[in-house]
Structures are given as structure tokens and as C-alpha cells.
């Protein structure tokens, strides 16, 4: 992946979590599949409930990378958020942003962006929305241990789709968004 995109992708996800926070929850897991270098979309996990049916959710993000014919895709999750959802424990920093970045050929590196939450000034309806501070980020981690869920999600996206239909693609979206994926596509995929 080109360093101009992974930088561009890095700062976004950052700039949503902080407003996430301000809000305060933090965004869902997404997806962002690219196929030859260029982004495919954003798509943020349906809505779920705790245990069976979040590890789920999460993992079926890989279908629209699968439709699409992704050789890349970036999963993004915070470290406690994914945790709670999923009913398991929680390892490594918390609370963390973790980017993965993995490939077609089966390599992944795992980015930990870790911070610490302080309070904002009051709003005026007297709220102290919390906001990240970061902290320096540990080196990249090549081959990473991830989470059951997000493992899935990485080796599924690459799984090819068997799916009789001229457009697997445009129906993949369709179901999904039928199921509660919030999916933003770029012009470009656009069915």
C-alpha cells in the first residue's frame, strides 16, 4: 500500500474515533477492502448483540471485500470496544485504535495507536465529552496474533464469493446494507 494512502487512512480513522469519543462511544469496527491500490469503500460493522452475533458481524465485513475482489484490506477496532461486544478478553493496550493492513498472499501487520481519554472542555449543556490523547505508537507488528473476529475477517476477505449472479458484487451490498451494514463506497464502486 502506498505510505501517502495508509497515512491518509490512518489520520481518518483517527479524526472518527475523536469524534466518536466527543460523542461518547467510540465508532464500530470497519472495513476498508482496495483493489489494485484503490479504496473500495468504508464499511462499518451492523449493528449487534453481545457474544455469538458480534464475532459474526465482525467477520462477515469480509464479504464485500470478497465481492469485490480486494487484494488488500484495512480493519480497524478498538481494542476494549471489540472485547466487551465479542464476550472475550481483552489483549493488548486498551483502550487502543488497532489497523490491521493484510494482503491477498496472507501477510498482515498489526498498528496499535493507543491513548489515554481526557475530559473536554464542558460543552453547553454542561457535558464533558471525553477526547484521545495518543500515545506513541508501538513498532508495526508483522503476523500479529489478532482477535478471533478480526482473524476471520482478514482470511475471509480473500475467500472468493461463489455466488450465482451477473453482479456478485452490487447484490453483496445490497444484503448487507439489508442487514445493517453502514456501507459508503466510492464513486468508482459504485453498483
Request: charged content about 20%; hydrophobic content about 40%.
Amino acid at each position: 500500500m502506498d505510505t501517502q494512502i495508509w497515512d491518509t487512512l490512518v489520520e481518518s480513522m483517527k479524526n472518527a474515533y475523536t469524534a466518536g469519543l466527543s460523542e461518547g462511544a467510540v465508532p464500530r469496527p470497519v472495513i476498508m477492502p482496495l483493489v489494485r491500490g484503490e479504496l473500495v469503500g468504508l464499511i462499518r460493522v451492523r449493528p449487534t448483540s453481545a457474544g455469538r452475533d458480534a464475532q459474526t458481524g465482525i467477520a462477515q465485513l469480509s464479504n464485500i471485500a470478497a465481492a469485490a475482489g480486494a487484494d488488500e484490506v484495512v480493519l480497524v477496532w478498538e481494542t476494549h470496544d471489540v472485547a466487551t461486544a465479542c464476550q472475550l478478553p481483552v489483549t493488548g493496550p486498551a483502550p487502543c485504535l488497532n489497523m490491521v493492513h493484510a494482503t491477498k498472499d496472507g501477510g498482515h501487520v498489526l498498528h496499535q495507536l493507543p491513548y489515554t481519554e481526557q475530559a473536554s472542555p464542558r460543552s453547553p449543556e454542561g457535558e464533558r465529552p471525553a477526547a484521545p490523547r495518543w500515545l506513541p505508537a508501538p513498532e508495526p507488528q508483522p503476523g500479529a496474533e489478532l482477535v478471533p473476529p478480526i482473524r476471520a475477517a482478514v482470511d475471509f476477505s480473500f475467500t472468493p464469493l461463489e455466488m450465482d449472479h451477473p453482479s456478485p458484487f452490487g447484490v453483496t451490498v445490497v444484503l448487507m446494507e439489508e442487514d445493517g451494514y453502514n456501507i459508503r463506497l466510492t464513486d468508482t464502486f459504485t453498483p
